[in-house]
């Protein structure tokens, strides 16, 4: 029997990966968009696929037959390049096409992908194809999250899956890592796949600083809540607060309080807090804050990044202090998919890290993931620098 | 072969004509909600079903077991006096409780209200289940109207139902009828059901006036839109031309200009525009451009109910110049049903005819619609007095 | 001596009454606009001047010099007939033209008309000479209620005339005038001169009606306060309600509750509120709600009417049931005048009456006023009927 | 005769400097507020006296007699630890206190703190009043854009100054430096006058980079504007674009399109293009997709701070590609003053340089501007790197 090619394998792992999240769902589940952010399930599977109809099917495969003309209109997310689109906010006002149509969609396009390898396939069509992978491996993230929303703001308060584990405790004994004043090397080094905003690995000078090796959890947030902290304008930023009290805000997303005791919803339904474990679902508003009630600060990415193989490796995404801009000798790809990243890099914070959402080698010491500062859907959480 | 409570036919042919209506749907249609003027069918199923049990089954059933303790949150529509419910425009953001769900919710309350008849039933009850009927059938004509803007606002414009026919063409001549000056008697009477808001019969002076038989068909609109009508503020009311410009209205709703020919999307699919057929899908104000441009005017509810015996009884809602004000000595019931029209007396047009969406019987000469004068999702036309 | 025409005579004391109410003002106070309904007291001063200019001198002047060509688009109001014009919410963000050179225009056009009167007068200049005349005389009112606004919501709360009576008490006893059901007839008679609005005497059949001699003081709607009226949401139309509970509303406009104790803002200052005396700055949502709660009603617009002259004629603009509809056989005029009331006839309530703000003879029993039903500012009141 | 002090010489010339930045103004100009971020003439007078009254003379002074205890809450800016205020947008809503008590209040505060120094001052007050003294320079530099934006958008565009050279010719010929890579020193150095954002001087390591000696020019921008720069998404950010596209931006701020031929507001009025001059009035997106469609970049701040001896000075705030965040150490003060830079330390952008209207000797080679992506009233402009 003759072995399957790699990357076949990795993509059809991946294909099947993005369907078996979604396994739990209700057909309505896939269709909603509760806020602007939160993109209707059925959406990213059909996203995620177009994005190899369009950057490889249509541009690589003679007589390629595109499944429907319109899907490039409602499954284009933001590539200008490419035409016109359903504007964001209006996803979840669709309910055309089904979800047995996307299903449908989907096998045409993975099975289109899967010819291709009955060939050898060229250097052009690797490059995206490990793109597209790993497109949708991100969207794997999001469909995760999203789903979490989804079902966490509606008033029944339905559980995704009695199993999954999203706060896992923290066995680590809390400790400062120490490092040294000096140079070092920032950024992507060696062939493996990363993005284009890793690249151009270059220098940077840290002074002295100190991290820790575990990120904040419930716990310490709750002491944080209990003292005041989102009554006390001097711990946050102008902006922050602002969003403290233009939207009331008085905890982390997802917690409830409950006849007098916090409690949140999880993906299994609405439990009693957990102390022990790292918090999630904040804004990097109240990481900054948070920080300031500590007395200490959060870590830059640069520091991050060379502190990384010491930490205690996450289950959140870590708000940093660092903004998203390019590295030195930052180069967008043409066309399209330069798209991708660049055109991001104002207003948004870094987070480095990974979270129990990631999907298995999604995410790298020199992975930017980067969101606006009030987001707080993603599994976002702190860790502690000075 | 015992025969059946005729309100019991009732009630049970109007709850299966409901399901009916929404055989044709995919259960992805049920749920969005793309403005929030439009409800998810879903919500409309679910919602008439909560009327039945929260109003009858709740209050007169011994021991009634209540399907689900957080559907009167979900289904409530604006009872303030039943307590706290989901925000209007969240009703598609809500994937739960499913199509499934929603429709075990209506058989267990069908039946419950079936097994009602095994005794005689009580006036109180029976004047209650009246209200609920016609409140089902009420919403009747919005899912229709809903559903045509699921649809009709997707950007694949799905057909619903091939036999469909929304436009009939209007084989009568067209006259003007007469009136003489004289008071005349309005509102309902006899002992058939109405609604309060057509109650307290009573006498108003109407000067000589001219009524048209016939109502506007879209050849006559596609006159004015061709003599520039979309672009003449002096024919506009001051927030109609408002309205015009902020929204860059250019023709009535489902109007595509699709390589300069006008074609419409209907309940088939997108077709031709057919001249010799009522217009469909105006505002008020576009209702009243119209007619300034013809150097005519709307008539008034009561012109028109005075000779509504002589009028080719259309198959539009026809916008009237009459505000929707309540009748002298106009009650309120009390209680949560003193909430259903009182309340919205206040900055609305009325309405009369009925529409080829309205069900069976619904209507009468003395109905009173009502809606705000810049929506035109139902299918509202006009007729010319002068 | 030669006698003044009269005309010119009207003319003259009009022009001057406008500049005696903003004799009390600093510079500053001219400039302002803090919501979009009150224009600055500059811009009533110019407005009122280029509609004599742009309507009598520009047509009918010979080698009349324009005072500024920029000054129609500065002060021209809402005449889409006439061109483009700075938008409403802008007036207050214009520091230019100043106030000096506002009154220098005053003065050029005032000259300019009066030298009209060397000449015998056309019939044509006689007509618009009298609407230019009477909408100065509208325009005084807002000066009036928009210097109150302006001066009522700066924190300093400066008095604008020591000696000015908003709140005259009301000596006359409480009766109900009880009107017999018949045949009335309803509109402006005569040559005097009266608003298009007002045209089209016509007849309107009336049912036996109660409306009350005098209006409802601030000592009832005190108690309407202390039942807690504006928490019982089953009182109020659903838009008022939301309007309520959107803008937090919990008493009349300029009420201010200091230590437990009901003060108002007047023109003298603030003052401890006066119990014996008419209410004023209600929505009419307030009043309707205030009606509801004594199990009352308001009077339509033509009972009213026909009451009149039994009424305590009152120093409130008094919110009616009716909506701001054309009388039968109204007719705008052609051109730029026609906009003067038709084009509002949507969505307003008629407010009869007049107030302590009104001029001179400038209101009559067939003078029609007309808001939106949210506005307050100016001195809105109401009388009870059923 | 005794010299004067020269921090007393120094508060006066800067005192007497706000006065006669206003001398040209009407007093209507003082009043208004077209925008949020601009603030009317008579609040900048009126606040940077406050903040002398509030930091120095309240706590510092025994028996101060406050001018008047209202003033606080009406020109305290941001400074919550102070208490309540008036909300930013509605400074242009406030008549009173008239520009004749800002100035009396003016007065009596200079001539206050001039009493001060007829004993020897404290450190404290020394510092504080150094502090006070900056912070009236700084508001100079935007009283002076603030009237330049009142002026520049009123329909008249009348003239402040006929004298004023805002877009000075640059007589320098570009070159590009070269800087060396390695690790450099950034922050204030030495006991001068600085604001804690500038403090904590370290060390960062910056790789080979080129600098252009001199600005970007309008006639430069002219040729991006004529290549289409405002109509291909491709050079810019995505927020950019949606600014780009929302706002409709087709060049910069004042710039006019009159018969087909550019011209631009200037404090002297309305003004052909010149060429050779630098840029004003940009956004940081608009500089950013100049750059892109260039091939170049931004500096960054640490790039322009250590290349700056050699860069010819300019005359602009320059657009930087970093984003405002604290130096390493940064610590805030204690107090009201800890919210004078800190608490905006998030979203926005650094510029570097200078303008024509910063104050003498207020900018320095350390000194770190910073303001939201999308302003574009200062006077901002453009330098470009590689």
Not at 28 to 46: F, M, R, T
Not at 125 to 143: F, R
Not at 214 to 231: C, S
């Amino acid at each position: 029997m003759p072995t399957m090619h790699p990357m076949l394998e990795f993509f059809l792992a991946t294909r099947k990966q993005s369907e078996k999240l979604c396994a739990p769902l209700a057909t309505e589940d896939y269709v909603v968009q509760p806020i602007a952010d939160v993109s209707p399930p059925k959406w990213h599977l059909g996203h995620t696929t177009w994005f190899f109809e369009e950057f490889i099917l249509k541009p690589y495969v003679k007589n390629y037959k595109t499944y429907h003309e319109d899907f490039s209109f409602v499954f284009n997310s933001y590539y200008e390049t490419v035409g016109k689109r359903v504007v964001r906010a209006d996803r979840g006002n669709l309910s055309r096409p089904t979800v047995a149509q996307i299903y449908s969609y989907r096998e045409q396009v993975t099975q289109a992908i899967s010819t291709l390898f009955d060939a050898p396939i060229t250097e052009d069509v690797a490059v995206l194809l490990e793109i597209g992978i790993h497109h949708e491996k991100q969207h794997q993230e999001l469909l995760l999250t999203d789903i979490k929303y989804i079902l966490g703001n509606n008033p029944l308060l339905p559980s995704y899956d009695d199993k999954i584990i999203e706060y896992p405790p923290d066995a680590t004994q809390t400790e400062w890592i120490s490092i040294d004043e000096g140079v070092y090397e920032i950024g992507h080094k060696g062939d493996a796949f990363c993005y284009d905003n890793e690249l151009g690995r270059h220098k940077v000078y840290l002074h002295d600083f100190s991290i820790r090796n575990t990120l904040v959890t419930n716990g310490e947030f709750l002491e944080f809540i209990n003292d005041g902290g989102y009554e006390r304008f001097d711990l946050w930023h102008a902006e922050g607060w602002d969003w403290v009290t233009s939207n009331n805000i008085k905890a982390p997303n997802y917690w409830h309080l409950v006849a007098d005791n916090w409690q949140y919803y999880t993906l299994q339904g609405l439990q009693p807090i957990q102390l022990n474990v790292p918090l999630a679902h904040i804004s990097f508003y109240e990481a900054f804050a948070f920080a300031q009630w500590k007395g200490l600060r959060l870590p830059t990415e640069f520091e991050w990044e060379v502190a990384n193989d010491k930490l205690q490796w996450g289950s959140r995404w870590e708000w940093t202090e660092s903004a998203y801009l390019p590295y030195p000798n930052y180069k967008k790809a043409d066309g399209a998919l330069g798209e991708y990243n660049g055109k991001f890099m104002v207003s948004q914070k870094v987070l480095r890290g990974g979270s129990i959402a990631t999907p298995n080698n999604h995410t790298r010491h020199t992975y930017r993931n980067f969101f606006h500062p009030q987001l707080r859907w993603q599994y976002t959480g702190l860790r502690l620098a000075k």
